[in-house]
Nanobody, 119 residues
Framework: RVQLVESGGGSVQSGGSLSLSCSAS??????MAWFRQAPTKEREGLAS???????TYADSAKGRFTISKDNAKNTLYLQINSLEPEDSAMYYC???????????????WGQGTQVTVSS
């Protein structure tokens, strides 16, 4: 059974940084991505990375968010700098097939890791 497990969330003050991780049980994914969802808001796609390491960012994630992966460790990362209270949300990783143009199918999801930013 394919599993994605996020970690690295927590409570930080505004201006701080966090590095989120997503450990995958298999290395067959062609595309992986990070999403977040805050209470009462729709799920928001943040960034994706394909098998060749090409990254794509949503406009809202450009500048402060960095997606990366370590193929040897089957681990996806999301570095978030200059955190703002508006970044408070549950952060999820997803994996699937590469649709091109920075889009992935979301065949598999992790359980999420909570990020809370206080002002």
């Amino acid at each position: 059974r394919v599993q994605l497990v996020e970690s690295g969330g927590g409570s930080v003050q505004s201006g701080g940084s966090l590095s989120l991780s997503c450990s995958a049980s298999e290395s067959v994914y062609k595309c992986m991505a990070w999403f977040r969802q805050a209470p009462t808001k729709e799920r928001e796609g943040l960034a994706s990375i394909d098998a060749e390491g090409v990254t794509t960012y949503a406009d809202s994630a450009k500048g402060r968010f960095t997606i990366s992966k370590d193929n040897a460790k089957n681990t996806l990362y999301l570095q978030i700098n200059s955190l703002e209270p508006e970044d408070s949300a549950m952060y999820y990783c997803a994996a699937g097939r590469d649709l091109g143009g920075g889009a992935c199918t979301t065949d598999y999801w992790g359980q999420g890791t909570q990020v809370t930013v206080s002002s």
